[in-house]
């Protein structure tokens, strides 16, 4: 298992492929196997760095949990791996992780592109994921927290094919409230809305357009932030983008950047 003891943490990560740096960054409580499907994807052309940031999967920490620090891991991986920088992806709050590279160490970042992205948090996600954080810490239990996250995730359209097949519908894995609870603080104090014109890097906005966790108008609010942000906007998608309907888009942005 490859990890890089940075920044006071034992930082883990997942390496493949050859060919210019890209770096995934996941959100929520998810790990590198959000990334599989993306690394197959993009393997054949880049390496594919693929981390845990803190709070999530394997990497091992103690002390604050924040955006800016998450930022920095990055950052001091690339370093650890000897790349000067490295095109930068970033799905929901890995996005903002992104944007927090891109603002703060600009010269990191070749190209940056933002899935599910927002400026800062909507109001009604916080107020829903908050709901089922107390719920954890009353009963124990993450299965309430873990049905209101693939509610928020998935469209309508994917519960009524579930339903009509009578098919399970896999259960988001959140297992440690104390790490949830350490990254949800981190997403409730972040916020780009003054900062996010100071992206400079080629930028490329993602979104699905039946995303209800976060609105498909605040990813093109923030998109009208950055100078020269293209755009892709996905039809009958929620807040969980599948790799194919984007990523060989994302090999093109970067190709001609």
């Known amino acids: 298992m490859p990890t890089a003891d940075i920044n006071g943490i034992r930082y883990y990560y997942e390496i493949s492929g050859e060919g210019d740096p890209i770096v995934l960054i996941t959100g929520f409580g998810g790990d590198t196997r959000f990334w599989r499907r993306a690394t197959e994807i ?10 845990d ?6 990497t091992e920490y103690d002390g604050d949990v924040t955006i800016d620090l998450m930022a920095d891991d990055v950052v001091a991986l690339l370093e650890h791996l000897n790349f000067g920088s490295a095109h930068i992806l970033g799905w929901s709050m890995g996005s903002h992780v992104a944007q927090n590279i891109a603002i703060r160490h600009p010269k990191r970042v ?15 996600t916080a107020y829903i994921l908050g709901t089922g954080v107390d719920e954890m810490e009353k009963t124990g239990s993450c299965e309430t927290f873990s049905r209101l996250v693939n509610g928020l995730g998935y469209t309508e359209d994917y519960f009524r094919m579930k339903e009509e097949r009578n098919s399970p519908i896999k259960m988001a894995e959140y297992t440690d409230l104390k790490k949830i609870k350490d990254q949800f603080a981190a997403i409730n104090s972040h916020d780009t809305t003054d900062t996010a014109s100071e992206i400079k890097a080629p930028t490329f906005c993602v979104h699905g357009m039946d995303d209800i966790m976060v609105d498909v108008r605040e990813g093109d609010a923030l998109a009208d932030m950055i100078a020269g942000c293209e755009r892709l906007r996905i039809p009958a998608v929620g807040h969980l983008v599948p790799s194919d309907d984007y990523i060989p888009q994302v090999i093109d942005f970067i190709e001609r950047h």
């Open 53 to 58: 940031n803190r709070g999530s999967g394997k």
């Open 42 to 51: 993009l393997s054949d052309r880049f390496t594919v760095i693929s981390v």
């Open 110 to 124: 070749r190209t940056l592109t933002l899935v599910s992205t927002y400026r800062r948090r909507p109001s009604r």
